[in-house]
Structure formats: C-alpha cells, structure tokens
T-cell receptor
C-alpha cells in the first residue's frame, strides 16, 4: 500500500510567478485535500476534491486552484504569488472526506522571494 | 465560524507523569473531533478520532459537548511521546469544509 507522495519537496519562486504542486494519493483514496501550513501555525484548509470535482473550499482567493485526475492524483496551482504564500503545502487523501482520517504527504516547502 | 484552540504552545513533563493536552472548540452543530500527531522528521498522522472511542498508544480523548472540549490524556508519559500534537475538527458527513486545526502543542517528555 503506497502512501501520499508530493513533489517537489522544496521550491523557490519569485513574487508574481505561478507555481504547480503535485500530489499522488494513497491507493484506494478518492478524496484529496490541500492545506497550507505557515510557520508556527496549524494546517489551514485550502480545498477538497472528490471524484475530480471540487466539493469544498476554505478561505483562500481564486488564484489558488486545483485539479484532480481520474487516477485521483491532484495538482495545486497558485497564480500571482505573494510573499505571504511562503509556507508548507500539504496534500492529504482519504477514502471519503476527513471522517475516517486523512493520510498526509510530507509536503512541499514553497518560498516566495 | 468554527475554531479550535490549543492554549499551550509547549508542554514539558517528566517520563512517567500524566499528560493532558488541552483542546477547546467552537462549532454550531455536532462536529467530529480528531487528534493528529507529528513526530520529529515524520509526516502528520492521525492519532485518534472521537467517533471511534479508541485508545491509541495509551492516549485517550473524550468529547465533552458541554465544555466544548476534546482534551488528550495519557496516564504515564513515555519519551517516544515527544512530538507536535494538533487537535482538529470537521463538520459531520462528507466534511466538505475540510479540517480546522488548532495551532498545535509541542509536547516534550523529559527523561
């Protein structure tokens, strides 16, 4: 049974650029969620995808967007990067929403300069 | 708005002593409550869910709806319990609002 894998592990971007982060879900999990974790804070919910449709979104602007593919892998896209977007981005998968518990990836550390 | 509060950023106890990590929440309805743990250099992982009423690694947590609390307890701390602990809640059902996490408590078990 494979876990959740994320790529890349680290990334440095310039303010105003666009970035794409990738996530491969755990086998058998059809729900994927993305979280942003700033230093010293708990993870903050960005959005959730279930069977390729976004079915939940946190308090993030539209420049944060995502995709889920038929194999349940996922992408997080962030446009017009701002300095405050610097954070650890976590992907989490589950069989169906958070009730059974998420399996988290190790995250992508994004630095915006 | 839903909120999770973990009042202690850091908690240090001696090995063998009881541990209690506090978690209070704000939610209009019946939430599902969780504890997640992150050991050093490892990824965030589920420790326990209130709905399953289980004990994992000697830890238990009871949902107190009157006090809106979900404190994590262990009677005798072990050094391997040192980690970052996050309390989290979600709405019932499919949880399309995702998880709301607290800021976390860093637990240090001293030998």
């Amino acid at each position: 049974e494979t876990g959740v894998t994320q790529s890349p592990t680290h990334l440095i971007k310039t303010r105003g650029q666009q970035v794409t982060l990738r996530c491969s879900s755990q086998s058998g999990h059809n729900t994927v969620s993305w979280y942003q974790q700033a230093l010293g804070q708990g993870p903050q919910f960005i959005f959730q995808y279930y069977r390729e449709e976004e079915n939940g979104r946190g308090n993030f602007p539209p420049r944060f967007s995502g995709l889920q593919f038929p194999n349940y892998s996922s992408e997080l896209n962030v446009n017009a990067l701002e300095l405050d977007d610097s954070a650890l981005y976590l992907c989490a998968s589950s069989p169906r929403g958070p009730s059974l518990g998420y399996t988290f990836g190790s995250g992508t550390r994004l630095t915006v300069v | 708005a839903q909120r999770v509060t973990q009042p202690e950023k850091l908690l240090s106890v001696f090995k063998g002593a009881p541990v209690e990590l506090k978690c209070n929440y704000s939610y209009s309805g019946s939430p599902e409550l969780f504890w997640y743990v992150q050991y050093s250099r490892q990824r965030l992982q589920l420790l326990l869910r209130h709905i399953s009423r289980e004990s994992i690694k000697g830890f238990t947590a009871d949902l107190n709806k009157g006090e809106t609390s979900f404190h994590l307890k262990k009677p005798f701390a072990q050094e391997e319990d040192s980690a970052m602990y996050y309390c989290a809640l979600s709405g019932p059902g499919g949880g399309a609002d995702g998880l709301t996490f607290g800021k976390g408590t860093h637990l240090i078990i001293q030998p």
